[in-house]
């Protein structure tokens, strides 16, 4: 079966990446490890190459030995580049073999960089759904303003949607028709609005006075 090493892998990536055992040895580096570090670093001991105290190198291992998730800290190379370190065990202690770490480097300029580049994308966002939020509360205002306004006035008023269905009917168009708004809701306005003249009492559909996907006027008055 074909595998890739480590190396393989690590080197398509552009930040410096190590292998570092729970003891403090460097097992593997990437090519941009090897460049931040000025060449080979497979056996030496991390903390002979860094400029931090000892102690703090091997608090960070220790922290990343204990979980998968990375876990975040900072090292200082001795050429005095500060990193932000993500550490993560990639495989765990066992007995008489220690385990292994992987430290990966971001320069702290570059992780600065990328936090406040999500700042501004997070304010963006922010930005654009209270504007959304804004322009729908208008947009529910002005449909309850126009609601209301089709509710009181005189005349019959039936809105339909493009395919000809009842979406609202006002109080005068439910005593013209005898159907309730929510009965009426949904279905064929032709099947709704059937109004009986007084003299012939034949129901008459309002077809030839207007389209669909429009509102029904009062059906005393003319159509032109």
């Known amino acids: 079966m074909w595998t890739l090493s480590f190396g393989q892998l690590a080197d398509v990536l552009p930040e410096p990446v190590l292998l570092v055992s729970t003891d403090g040895l460097v097992v593997a580096a990437n090519q941009s490890a090897r460049k931040a570090l000025g060449g080979a670093s497979e056996g030496q001991a991390l903390a002979a190459l860094c400029s931090d105290a000892r102690e703090h190198v ?3 291992l220790r922290r990343s030995a204990r979980v998968r998730q990375p876990t975040i800290g900072t090292l200082t190379l001795h050429q005095g580049r500060r990193y932000r370190v993500e550490g993560a065990v990639v495989r765990p202690s066992s007995e008489g073999q220690p385990g292994i770490v992987m430290l990966r480097f971001v320069h702290e300029q570059a992780a600065l960089s990328a936090f406040v580049e999500l700042n501004r994308t997070l304010e963006h966002l922010r930005r654009e759904i209270t504007a959304q939020r804004r322009a729908s509360r208008e947009l529910d205002r002005q449909r309850e303003w126009l609601r209301v306004t089709l509710v009181s006035i005189g005349d019959a008023v039936i809105a339909t ?7 609202f009917m006002n109080p ?3 005593q013209l028709t005898g159907w309730t708004e929510g009965e009426a809701t949904g279905r064929p306005v032709t099947e709704v609005f059937a109004t009986r003249r007084r003299a012939s009492r034949s129901r008459t559909p309002p077809g030839g006075c207007c389209g669909k996907g429009t509102s029904w006027g009062s059906p005393t008055t003319p159509c032109s």
């Open 58 to 60: 091997e608090g960070l």
């Open 161 to 167: 949607d493009v395919d000809g269905r009842v979406v």
């Open 172 to 174: 005068v168009a439910e």
